[in-house]
Each structure stands twice: as structure tokens, then as C-alpha cells.
């Protein structure tokens, strides 16, 4: 298991490098350990080296490993393409935030459903700022009318923005997505509205994370550059289909 606390460690140092030459205090930047495929006592061990934040992009997997994570002091995000009928099977395990909100239709039905149970729920508002097909999110000339209806539904707080960038190794292609990311969070901040907070910007990954904190970043997803390779290729764990 040494080979996670080195990637680890890594990983923390590429962050406070970015953070410091981009001007900003690396406690603004948390990381998030994105644990798709990841057996949790591989997960035991980024935890128990001082990280608290991961995330699944599956229900399945949540299920499977909430038992033996209970152990271990965490925050639970999901970010996988949100479908109506896995709403019920999210609430039930402990998830503080769901980063894919990207339909009002499907915000409606979890609006119900945290009534119905007398829960509240943090989200962020998932765009699609790289225009692929392939990717989910909002379009980005929509995002900030799915944000104000949205904010409509006291069980459910806004407390920012996620994207997936392009897929490209040509950092200079990837940074406009992070750039459009923050250039709406700032339209959102300056319509003041109500039951909204844009603190968080969760973009960029192993691969981006330098150009995504540069751009104003909170939140990076890392886990194949600290678990290890993943016996599937990306576009797997964002298929609908497969959700």
C-alpha cells in the first residue's frame, strides 16, 4: 500500500506548488480522491494518511463499500451522471454533496424525495464547458437558469460548479473549460441569488490539476494517479447506460 501514500504525497505537492504559483493559499484547494473500481481498503489508506473527501461515480459501488469505510472518519461525494431512480439508493448513504446536477427534472424528483425523508443536500450544478457529446452537464448558456430554478427548492443548496474538461493532453485546449467554468460562477455571484453560494468550482484532474487551480479550482478529482490504473477506460463511468 506504500505506492498510494507516495502517489499520494505527490499528488498534495503538485497541488501547493499550483497553489503557490498561482497566488493562492492551498488551504482554498481540497482534494477530492475519486475511488471508482477502488477496493476500500485501498481507500483505508488514503484516509488514514489524513485524506477526508472521495467520491464514487457509481451507486453500486457506494453501497459495497459504505460498511467498510464506516471505520475510517470521511466525506462522501457522488459524481456520476444523477439519474431519478438512483435518488432514493443516494440519500440512503450518507452523501453530503452530489456534483451532477444537471436537469430540472431531475432536481424535482430529488427535491421530493428530500422532503419526503426530511433531508437537505448540497449540490453543484454539473456544465458541460468542452461541448462533447459525450460529456453530461448543462450547457453552459443554460446554467444560469438552471441555477435559479433550482434555488427554488429549499431542500436543495447550491454551493457551486463541477465540469469535466476535454480530454486532451494540450493543456491549452483544456484550460477555456475551466476558464467558461469560472467565468459563469462569477454571473452567478453577481445575480445574488437566493439560496445560492458559488463558493466551490470542482474541475480539473490528475492530468489538469495545475491549469484547473490556476483557473480558480476548489476542488480537484484525483484516483487513477494515486490507486492505479483503472481496468476501464474514463468514458465507461460516464455512460448512462451503464449507471
Not at 457529446?133 to 454551493?159: C, M, W, Y
Request: charged fraction near 25%; charge should be negative.
Amino acid at each position: 500500500m506504500s505506492d498510494i501514500i507516495n502517489n499520494l504525497n505527490i499528488i498534495l505537492r503538485r497541488m501547493e506548488v499550483a497553489c503557490r504559483d498561482s497566488g493562492r493559499d492551498p488551504k482554498e484547494v481540497k482534494l477530492l480522491l475519486a475511488t471508482k473500481t477502488v477496493p476500500a481498503d485501498r481507500i483505508k489508506v488514503a484516509l488514514e494518511a489524513g485524506q477526508t473527501l472521495i467520491a464514487e461515480n457509481k451507486v453500486q459501488e457506494i453501497k459495497e463499500k459504505y460498511e467498510p469505510l464506516q471505520s475510517v472518519p470521511h466525506t462522501s461525494h457522488f459524481i456520476g451522471h444523477l439519474q431519478s431512480n438512483k435518488i432514493k439508493d443516494i440519500l440512503k448513504y450518507d452523501i453530503s454533496c452530489i456534483q451532477s446536477l444537471d436537469r430540472l427534472d431531475v432536481a424535482e424528483k430529488l427535491q421530493q424525495r428530500l422532503v419526503y425523508e426530511g433531508k437537505k443536500i448540497e449540490v453543484l450544478i454539473q456544465v458541460n464547458t468542452s461541448g462533447e457529446e459525450s460529456k453530461f452537464g448543462t450547457h453552459p448558456d443554460q446554467a444560469i437558469d438552471l441555477v435559479r430554478a433550482v434555488s427554488e427548492f429549499s431542500n436543495i443548496e447550491i454551493k457551486g460548479l463541477m465540469t469535466i474538461g476535454l480530454f486532451s493532453a494540450e493543456i491549452e485546449k483544456v484550460r477555456p473549460c475551466f476558464r467558461l467554468l469560472k467565468e459563469i460562477q462569477q454571473e452567478v455571484i453577481a445575480q445574488n441569488i437566493p439560496n445560492v453560494t458559488m463558493r466551490e468550482l470542482s474541475m480539473g484532474m490528475s492530468g489538469d490539476l495545475e491549469t484547473a487551480i490556476q483557473e480558480g479550482a476548489t476542488i480537484v478529482r484525483v484516483g487513477t494517479a494515486i490507486f492505479g490504473q483503472r481496468i476501464y477506460a474514463d468514458s465507461y463511468y460516464w455512460d448512462e447506460t451503464k449507471a
